[in-house]
T-cell receptor, first 108, second 112 residues
Framework: KNEVEQSPQNLTAQEGEFITINCSYSVGISALHWLQQHPGGGIVSLFMLSSGKKKHGRLIATINIQEKHSSLHITASHPRDSAVYICAVGESNYQLIWGAGTKLIIKP | DAGITQSPRHKVTETGTPVTLRCHQTENHRYMYWYRQDPGHGLRLIHYSYGVKDTDKGEVSDGYSVSRSKTEDFLLTLESATSSQTSVYFC???????????FGPGTRLTVT
C-alpha cells in the first residue's frame, strides 16, 4: 500500500464547478504539500500546511492531522486550472513522500 | 520564481553512452534533489545533496551518480545510459529537508 494515496486519479469537470481532490497518508508527518504541474511540465508549490486551512485565491487546502487526510478545493473552476495536482508529505529531517497525482481537466 | 535552471532541456542519446545533466540554482539553498517522473508513477527521488560534497541516495539511485562541488550546481550522471532511463528529470531545491521545494523546468531524456 502506498504511503500517500490521492483520489481521484483523474477528474473531468465543467467550468465553474467546485473541485475537491483528496490526499490520505499513513505516516506521521510534520507538513503536507500541494503542488501543481501544468501540461507544459513545470511544477509549482501551492501550499505547505501542518494544520487547519490555507487559502490562496480560488484554492483552499485543508488538513486533518487526526484523520491523516487533506483536501485541495478549487472554487469557480476555470480551464486554466487544468493540471496535475500532487500531494506530498514530509516529516522533519526526512525526505518528502510523493503521491501519484490527480489529473484535472476543466472543460469550458 | 526561484532561480533554478536545468541543462540540457532535451537530449536524445544512445544506449551505453554517458550523460550528464546539470542543475544550477541562484537561491543559495542547502538542499538539492534529482527526481525522475514517468507515466503511472509519482516523482521518484534519485539522489539528493545536503551540502557541498554531501550527497545521499534516494529510492531509485541504481545507474545514477551525482556530484556537488559548488553550492549552486548539482550534476546527475548516467554512466552508461539504458532505455529504462528514458524519463523526464527534475531538479529541485529547498532550504531544509521537508520544507517547500522549488522545481526546475525539467529535462526530457530519451535513450534509444
Amino acid at each position: 500500500k502506498n504511503e500517500v494515496e490521492q483520489s481521484p486519479q483523474n477528474l473531468t469537470a465543467q467550468e465553474g464547478e467546485f473541485i475537491t481532490i483528496n490526499c490520505s497518508y499513513s505516516v506521521g508527518i510534520s507538513a503536507l504539500h500541494w503542488l501543481q504541474q501544468h501540461p507544459g511540465g513545470g511544477i509549482v508549490s501551492l501550499f505547505m500546511l501542518s494544520s487547519g486551512k490555507k487559502k490562496h485565491g480560488r484554492l483552499i487546502a485543508t488538513i486533518n492531522i487526526q484523520e491523516k487526510h487533506s483536501s485541495l478545493h478549487i472554487t469557480a473552476s476555470h480551464p486554466r486550472d487544468s493540471a496535475v495536482y500532487i500531494c506530498a508529505v514530509g516529516e522533519s529531517n526526512y525526505q518528502l513522500i510523493w503521491g501519484a497525482g490527480t489529473k484535472l481537466i476543466i472543460k469550458p | 520564481d526561484a532561480g533554478i535552471t536545468q541543462s540540457p532541456r532535451h537530449k536524445v542519446t544512445e544506449t551505453g553512452t554517458p550523460v550528464t545533466l546539470r542543475c544550477h540554482q541562484t537561491e543559495n539553498h542547502r538542499y538539492m534533489y534529482w527526481y525522475r517522473q514517468d507515466p503511472g508513477h509519482g516523482l521518484r527521488l534519485i539522489h539528493y545533496s545536503y551540502g557541498v560534497k554531501d550527497t545521499d541516495k534516494g529510492e531509485v539511485s541504481d545507474g545514477y551518480s551525482v556530484s556537488r562541488s559548488k553550492t549552486e550546481d548539482f550534476l546527475l550522471t548516467l554512466e552508461s545510459a539504458t532505455s529504462s532511463q528514458t524519463s523526464v528529470y527534475f531538479c529541485a531545491i529547498s532550504e531544509q529537508v521537508g520544507y517547500e521545494q522549488y522545481f526546475g523546468p525539467g529535462t526530457r531524456l530519451t535513450v534509444t
